[in-house]
């Protein structure tokens, strides 16, 4: 019996690799389950017309939604990769702009939808599409986008509802070259590896980033450029009419913070629902088997400690690409609201302290700790993570062996003043 419950929990860990979606199934049945992110509280508001925004322009209409959801106007990034649901509408000359805050991303395109991911507390990001009186739809609608987890829930995903910054080899139009080589980039990618089919303002040491290029096909799987927009643009003023936008700039900062943003949102959900999962399996399996239920099998306990291991080396950055020479540099503007927006008071604030010389950030201990979704973490997965934090901050593990003494002992800080829901080993 003891053998049938290892294989069926493995199994369970397994289904990101296979056709199957796991998370369509009990115990989370995504699609099925009504959502609670921020989102889905404004629906009904907003299709009744009790919630109105400002229609006097379509960039009004944009300021107004991202004040709503307190999303800052300088984490601007800008996109011309047509790699969207609205790639008929995306050109280098019509970029779609991406704006972020901890828990929502906004995308926005010239004459269309707004599109909106919200981090659940159960089910991780959920996906909408919500009209605009600019986008010929005749009533107010927010909805619930299902055809969006053909990318954003599928092997490009790992196998689990997430999200994912793209770098292609596009053409002059912001296709894709797909015989050149795609890739999703995150925390761990080079920068010279990066940001293919993106704009990008700012500057930064060694070898030139895949930004502000275009390509045309030139044989089998090889490309030439066909233009560059430059390597370190301040604004992106020549590249296409800026006045249609929030901003003339595509941060290089903010597409930093926001591929590790996306890594950690993408750990944070894996380690979510693979713990409601294995949770949810063991139980099953204890009651078939009559096997006392009060305590989990030696198999699950086994999958929770490697599950927190995968979270802890995200938010420890344990695989955070190297910056070179004297780093990058990037607007202060995008820096300043980054700042403003932290949680835990003042040792809070201490997270999203920028480095920027050999690496995003002074302390590598990820700011998301903070977050909406990590607050939601089931309590198992949270409790697990928090014992192996400490024991890789008091040398107990060599999980956080890449840190120095000190930046181990601010951490060690700054989690006893900011969380209340540390298990025993903290106290």
Not at 161 to 176: K, L, T
Not at 226 to 253: E, H, Q, R
């Amino acid at each position: 019996m003891k053998t049938l419950a290892i294989a069926a929990i493995a199994a369970a860990s397994s289904t990101a690799r296979a056709e199957f979606l796991f998370y369509e199934e009990e115990p989370i049945r995504y699609s099925d389950t009504e959502a609670k992110d921020p989102v889905a509280l404004i629906i009904d508001d907003y299709e009744s017309g009790r919630l109105k925004f400002d229609d006097s322009s379509e960039l009004a209409f944009l300021r107004a939604v991202l004040d709503k959801f307190g999303v800052p106007r300088e984490s601007q990034v800008l996109v011309f990769s047509r790699t969207s649901f609205q790639n008929d509408r995306i050109r280098p000359e019509r970029p779609r702009a991406i704006y972020f805050s901890d828990d929502i991303y906004i995308g926005w395109v010239q004459g269309g939808s707004i599109e909106l991911t919200a981090v659940d507390p159960d089910l991780g990001p959920t996906f909408y599409r919500m009209s605009t009186p600019f986008c010929r739809s005749p009533e107010p609608e927010i909805v619930r986008d299902s055809q969006c987890l053909n990318c954003h829930g599928s092997s490009r995903t790992g196998g689990y509802p997430g999200m994912m910054v793209r770098s292609v080899f596009p053409d002059d139009i912001g296709n894709p070259i797909f015989g050149a080589g795609t890739s999703n980039t995150d925390h761990s990618s080079p920068l010279e590896e990066r940001w293919g089919g993106w704009f990008v303002t700012g500057d930064k040491d060694g070898p030139r980033h895949q930004g502000n290029l275009f390509y045309e096909e030139h044989g089998v799987g090889e490309v030439k450029t066909l233009k560059d927009f430059g390597a370190a643009p301040k604004t992106l003023d020549g590249a296409f009419d800026t006045s249609k936008y929030l901003a003339d700039t595509s941060d290089i900062v903010a597409l930093m913070v926001m591929e590790h943003q996306i890594t950690a949102h993408n750990a944070i959900t894996k380690a979510h629902l693979d713990t409601r999962r294995w949770l949810y399996l063991d139980a099953r399996i204890a009651a078939s088997s009559g096997r006392d239920g009060s305590e989990i099998s030696e198999s699950t306990a086994g999958l929770l400690d490697r599950g927190a291991d995968d979270l802890l080396d995200v938010m420890l950055f344990k695989e955070e690409a190297p910056l070179v020479g004297w780093g990058v540099e990037g607007d202060e503007t995008f820096q300043e609201a980054f700042a403003a927006g932290a949680r835990g008071g003042e040792a809070g604030a201490e997270l999203r302290e920028f480095q920027l010389l050999s690496r995003l950030f002074k302390t590598r201990l990820s700011y998301m700790v903070h977050s909406p979704a990590f607050e939601a973490l089931h309590p198992r997965m949270k409790a697990e993570f928090y014992t192996k934090l400490h024991a890789a901050l008091t040398g107990g593990s060599d999980a956080a062996a890449h840190l120095g003494e000190r930046e181990r002992g601010r951490i060690l800080e700054i989690v006893r003043e900011t969380k209340e829901d540390l298990p025993g080993c903290w106290l």
